[in-house]
């Protein structure tokens, strides 16, 4: 009650004019309503929004369509882009006759995912930390129809302009492929856009440290600071917003796709995570970088379980653009402490407090509740079985002799192999009720759909090597 009242009052005080009541769908894409001021106060909080979903792809059919939101209080703040002044709270869906959880609302399974960890005696609570890297750009423009099927971006400080002719000159600072970490400006263009996306996560009540550019031409990162599971979650969808609309206010457009260019760095989103219990962490010891044995089964739980959370860290075709064996992309089901190679990583850290393990294979077009749900679960799933991860993997992977390298399972290819794996291994998820098979089939359902309008669209490479045999 104590954080609705809150809400109630900022509401109050900032003498809000609209509540934007937001959702996220199966895709991860965040939705909204907006009701006047005058429709909200304690009640309505605790009693929740009638809507239709039948409209959401993945979700309802049109003859059982009415759902409810539940607004999370706790989650409130003011819209730092709407003229008129507005308050967003994030909410979970249930159903509107018995109250229980709808089984497909990815907010909900990562409420779950919560509860899960505390009841399974493991943990009380799992910090998540995630990178998420993008791409900003000028111009994009792209083709989908049967005569043509084509894209092309642009950006003035992209590597690709140094010839360009340019109105007021070409004044040549940028830095070129794979050679954007870090260079200070004139060549980093985006210092003041970085500032502002950042300055404006803090302005909503985000915790955040650090930007820079990235590794790609046009490549950029902004730090979050740790968090829970659910809470960062929400806060993942405010950095996505944050950073769409500042980049709009400025004249340029923001991508999350984790390949949008051919040549350079991709886009991924490693996640740091933690478990801990009785205010004590769980994940150091005095096992391999200072470790404990249950990170250990945790680090094998990801491990073992990676093809199948493909579907839901790297849920995109273009996803496995980036995790392609031979390049510099965590591919390789291997752990270790001093290198990057591997998909599993384990930060250095002096504190015990600090000790997590990183997944390196995840994208940021993952849907954020999804992803750190199945993350924990297959973690939990490590710690329950004793599931061992092997030994670690020291070496520098990219450099190993083929015969062994082909001894270090990788993960999925494709999409079209992640979700392959999550129809033949899905019982860790379906643990405690946290996924469900309903919500299993639907998500997968939605994408198929996304693997077969990719499988059936000639890509214009083709036309390249194909044409004239």
């Given at each position: 009650m104590s954080s609705i009242k809150d809400a109630v009052k900022l509401m109050k005080d900032e003498e809000v004019e609209y509540v934007d009541v937001r959702f996220t769908d199966p895709r991860g894409k965040l939705q909204h309503?907006?009701?006047?001021?005058?429709?909200?106060?304690?009640?309505?909080?605790?009693?929740?929004?009638?809507?239709?979903?039948?409209?959401?792809?993945?979700?309802?059919?049109?003859?059982?369509?009415?759902?409810k939101l539940i607004p999370d209080a706790s989650s409130v703040y003011i819209d730092p882009f709407y003229a008129e002044k507005t308050m967003c709270v994030h909410c979970t869906v249930v159903e509107p006759d018995t109250g229980e959880p709808y089984?497909?609302?990815?907010?909900?399974?990562?409420?779950?995912?919560?509860?899960?960890?505390?009841?399974?005696?493991?943990?009380?609570?799992?910090?998540?930390?995630?990178?998420?890297?993008f791409f900003i750009f000028d111009d994009v423009r792209y083709s989908v129809t049967p005569e043509k099927v084509s894209y092309q971006v642009d950006?003035?400080?992209?590597?690709?302009?140094?010839?360009?002719?340019?109105?007021?000159?070409?004044?040549?600072?940028r830095p070129g492929y794979k050679g954007g970490y870090f260079p200070v400006n004139p060549s980093d263009e985006g210092q003041d856009i970085r500032s502002e996306m950042l300055s404006t996560m803090k302005r909503i009540g985000m915790k955040v440290d650090k930007h820079h550019h990235e590794v790609a031409t046009c490549q950029h990162e902004l730090g979050m600071i740790f968090g829970t599971l659910v809470e960062q979650a929400d806060n993942l969808q405010k950095y996505k917003y944050v950073i769409h609309n500042v980049a709009a206010a400025y004249g340029k457009t923001v991508t999350f796709m984790p390949k949008p260019i051919k040549g350079d760095n991709g886009s991924g989103?490693?996640?740091?995570?933690?478990?801990?219990?009785?205010?004590?962490?769980?994940?150091?010891?005095?096992?391999?970088?200072?470790?404990?044995?249950?990170?250990?089964?945790?680090?094998?739980?990801?491990?073992?379980?990676?093809?199948?959370?493909?579907?839901?860290?790297?849920?995109?075709?273009?996803?496995?653009?980036?995790?392609?064996?031979?390049?510099?992309?965590p591919v390789l089901r291997a752990y270790s402490a001093r290198n990057r190679s591997g998909c599993v990583r384990i930060p250095w850290a002096?504190?015990?407090?600090?000790?997590?393990?990183?997944?390196?294979?995840?994208?940021?077009s993952a849907n954020p509740?999804?992803?750190?749900?199945?993350?924990?679960?297959?973690?939990?799933?490590?710690?329950?079985?004793?599931?061992?991860?092997?030994?670690?993997?020291?070496?520098?992977?990219y450099d190993l002799p083929p015969e062994e390298l082909a001894a270090i399972p990788t993960v999925c290819g494709s999409l079209r192999e992640a979700l392959e794996s999550l129809e033949k291994d899905h019982d860790f998820?379906?643990?405690?009720?946290?996924?469900?098979?309903?919500?299993?089939?639907?998500?997968?359902?939605?994408?198929?759909?996304?693997?077969?309008?990719?499988?059936?669209?000639?890509?214009?490479?083709?036309?390249?090597?194909?044409?004239?045999?």
């Open positions: 309503v907006t009701l006047m001021h005058t429709e909200v106060d304690e009640d309505f909080f605790e009693e929740g929004f009638m809507f239709d979903g039948s409209s959401i792809a993945g979700w309802k059919s049109i003859d059982q369509s009415d759902m089984a497909r609302d990815p907010r909900g399974t990562a409420v779950k995912a919560e509860a899960y960890l505390k009841a399974s005696g493991i943990g009380d609570t799992a910090y998540f930390g995630p990178e998420a890297e950006a003035e400080n992209a590597a690709w302009n140094t010839d360009t002719p340019m109105e007021m000159g070409n004044l040549a600072h989103m490693h996640v740091n995570m933690s478990v801990w219990k009785d205010g004590k962490p769980l994940f150091a010891g005095d096992k391999y970088a200072d470790l404990s044995q249950e990170a250990l089964y945790f680090i094998g739980g990801i491990l073992k379980h990676a093809k199948t959370l493909n579907a839901f860290t790297n849920p995109s075709t273009n996803s496995y653009k980036r995790l392609i064996p031979g390049f510099e992309a002096e504190s015990p407090k600090a000790k997590r393990v990183e997944a390196r294979f995840p994208d940021p509740y999804l992803c750190f749900a199945a993350l924990l679960m297959a973690g939990l799933d490590g710690i329950k079985n004793k599931i061992d991860p092997g030994p670690s993997s020291d070496k520098d992977l998820l379906l643990a405690g009720d946290v996924f469900t098979k309903d919500q299993i089939e639907g998500y997968m359902a939605l994408k198929w759909d996304e693997v077969y309008a990719y499988e059936h669209t000639p890509h214009p490479v083709e036309y390249q090597m194909y044409y004239s045999c």
